[in-house]
């Protein structure tokens, strides 16, 4: 099994409260093999009653395809001086309107002070049509992008402002500066290790940690062990030997 760490408030212990986050613990227990992304996902394991022998940590999959594609962003076109790249997609933050609008009007106002890019999910720019906010009001809105043009904007932002788990994991290889809209974070290590700060439900903080960034003062952090695009081949090397 490919691990994921559970979801945690940052600096607290691990939430039970998804379905996603039962199956994943009621998976664990069953498998005979769990293959781990970094030290804290062998912790809570442990933790958890599994056998250290079952464990093996190899690195992120998901950073083998980042590591293969990234030389094709050298071609692909970046937005030219600083921005905020943005994503927001998780019911959390959209599907009420009343918050969807409370972030809409602070991306607005960060894009006063660095032009904000915005490649908008189809479910978020359907619900900011049904709130009367899908005026840009200076927002650089985009369509969804291909994942080698998305990775080209990640890699050369300013900062990242995201509710996406993924990209929490790809901004700490890039070392890149990502703001996340959540009071959670199944990616802990992005935080203890990496560049991202979680920011929870606070947009006043959403600004703020902004403008620190936007003065030169924002987390770069450092890239985890073994997040060195060969993630898979320890997979495979392990299977293998049985």
């Known amino acids: 099994m490919l691990y994921r760490t559970p979801a945690v408030r940052h600096g607290a212990v691990p939430l039970r409260l998804s379905p996603e986050e039962i199956n994943r613990v009621v998976t664990d227990q069953v498998a005979d093999v769990l293959f781990t992304p970094s030290e804290d996902g062998d912790t809570n394991l442990r933790r958890e009653g599994v056998e250290s022998e079952k464990i093996h940590r190899v690195g992120n999959v998901m950073i083998d395809t980042l590591v293969r594609l990234l030389p094709a962003t050298e071609i692909s076109n970046g937005m030219p001086g600083r921005y905020a790249l943005v994503t ?3 019911p959390s933050n959209v599907d009420s309107g009343e918050r969807l609008r409370e972030i ?3 991306l607005q106002e960060i894009g006063k002070h660095v032009e904000v890019v915005f490649p908008v999910h ?8 049904e709130i009367g906010m899908d005026d840009a009001g200076g927002l650089r809105l ?8 998305f990775l080209a904007l990640q890699k050369r932002a300013t900062v990242v402002i995201t509710d996406s788990g993924g990209v929490q994991e790809e901004t700490t290889f890039l070392q890149v500066p990502c ?5 959670t974070t199944e990616r802990p ?3 203890s290790m990496g560049s991202n700060v979680l920011i929870g439900e606070d947009v006043e903080r959403l600004k703020t940690e902004t403008a620190r960034v936007l003065d030169g003062q924002g987390k770069r952090g450092g890239i ?6 060969r993630a898979a081949e320890r997979v495979a090397d392990i299977v293998m030997k049985g």
């Open 224 to 229: 985890p062990p073994l997040w060195d695009g």
């Open 142 to 149: 985009l369509g969804p992008l291909p994942y080698i043009e």
């Open 88 to 90: 927001l997609h998780r």
């Open 104 to 106: 809409f009007r602070a």
């Open 122 to 129: 189809p479910r978020t720019r359907q619900r900011l049509a």
């Open 189 to 191: 290590v992005t935080v």
């Open 179 to 183: 703001l996340t809209l959540r009071t």
